[in-house]
């Protein structure tokens, strides 16, 4: 049976059909985001930290 990864973000709010995509570390911690979720974390911690270095991979 294949384990689907659904967005963690998503589940917290009642939705937990909705794929997780975008894989998220922080420290030994991992979340599994969708596309929306993902993008608003990231926004959220450029602006915590300031200026990111996106698209650098
Ligand atoms: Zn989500």
């Given at each position: 049976?294949?384990?689907m990864i659904t967005c963690d973000a998503c589940r917290k709010s009642?939705?937990?059909d909705v794929p997780?995509?975008?894989p998220l570390?922080?420290?030994p911690d991992e979340y599994d985001?969708?596309?929306p979720h993902a993008k608003?974390?990231?926004t959220h911690f450029a602006d915590l930290f300031g200026t990111t270095k996106e698209n650098a991979a």
């Open positions: 049976m294949a384990r009642g939705n937990g997780g995509t975008v570390t922080i420290g985001l969708c596309e608003k974390f990231r």
